[in-house]
């Protein structure tokens, strides 16, 4: 006679439309044999049955077969990308980041080409993931520099302020200056870890983003500046020495060890425009005519 448990398993995977599993206890990897044996040799309809044993819509099936069809999708890398991308908005919120989680495995399985597919899933998990789900995609989509989610993740910050500082991060690694202006905000709002990160991240990106840097140097707030002042000080620039001394002179006292640090790179790139000069001279001045 089966137990409870045994019963509350067959019924649950009954109305999945799966084969229950007979034995007490519950033999995981039977079931999944089975199921993919009902599911047919069609590799998205076997994804689709897993997907229903690792996050099922009713109660029921016991934890250790969900922990099993979850590492069949895992193990079906590259075959199980498309499925899970559709299923992140399927599945009940609490699962999405599980699903994520289990998305992001399976890619890494892979050893050759990139699906067509993984990013814009990532980008579609952070658009309807819950927040957890964002958490675990936003960096996945840094990784790779995918500038088409930029907007996206930009839309996520405001959305979920506690994912703020996850996708400020996000957006230095990913390098496009399209960001600057929010991660200007992020930096001059002031706010203790969204402020640094902001400035980093302006730092990385480079080029236009290091403007709003050398403007904080100004900030009435010492956080502000400080924030800026350590992250300009190791992309720091020619162009950038008239700002350099400008905190020197206006805000030494702010911290000594970074004013230090500051004067040092200053006196280094300030010997570097010497030199620049010094060449550019030479090389326009006319030649000596020879007797």
């Known amino acids: 006679m089966r137990s409870l448990r045994s019963f509350a398993v067959a019924s649950a995977l009954l109305s999945l439309g799966l084969p229950p599993c007979a034995a007490d206890p519950v033999d995981p990897d039977r ?6 044996a009902q599911a047919g040799e069609e590799i998205s309809k076997q994804c689709q049955a897993l997907v ?13 077969i969900s922990a099993r069809a979850r590492a069949e999708l895992v193990a079906f890398g590259e075959r199980a990308i498309t499925t899970l991308r559709i299923s992140v908005r399927k599945v009940k919120p609490q699962y999405q980041a599980d699903l994520v989680r289990t998305y992001i495995e399976a890619f890494r399985q892979m050893s050759s080409r990139m699906p067509p597919d993984y990013l814009a899933g990532l980008e579609e998990a952070v658009w309807f993931g819950s ?10 989509l840094a990784r790779f520099r995918y500038r088409p989610a930029l907007l996206t993740i930009i839309d996520a910050a405001h959305e979920v302020p506690a994912l703020n500082q996850v996708c400020i991060e996000a957006l230095g690694r990913i390098g496009d200056e399209r960001a600057r202006f929010f991660l200007e905000k992020a930096l001059n709002d002031g706010t203790p870890g969204a ?4 400035a980093v991240s302006l730092a990385q990106i480079g080029g236009r983003a290091l403007l709003p840097l050398k403007a904080a140097l100004r900030a009435d707030s010492r956080l502000v500046r400080l924030s800026a002042a350590r992250a300009l000080l190791p992309v720091a620039r020619v162009e950038d020495l008239s700002s350099l001394f ?3 002179e206006e805000h030494s006292r702010d911290d000594p060890g970074t004013s230090e640090a500051i004067r040092q790179a200053a006196i280094m790139l300030d010997k570097q425009r010497q030199a620049q000069e010094a060449s550019a001279a030479a090389s326009s001045a006319p030649e000596e005519k020879t007797p």
């Open 131 to 140: 927040e957890e789900a964002k958490r675990i995609a936003v960096p996945e």
């Open 195 to 198: 402020a640094e990160a902001a």
């Open 52 to 64: 229903r044993l690792a996050w099922p819509d009713a109660p029921g099936v016991a934890p250790e």
């Open 246 to 248: 400008e905190y020197l």
């Open 31 to 36: 079931v999944i044999t089975e199921t993919l």
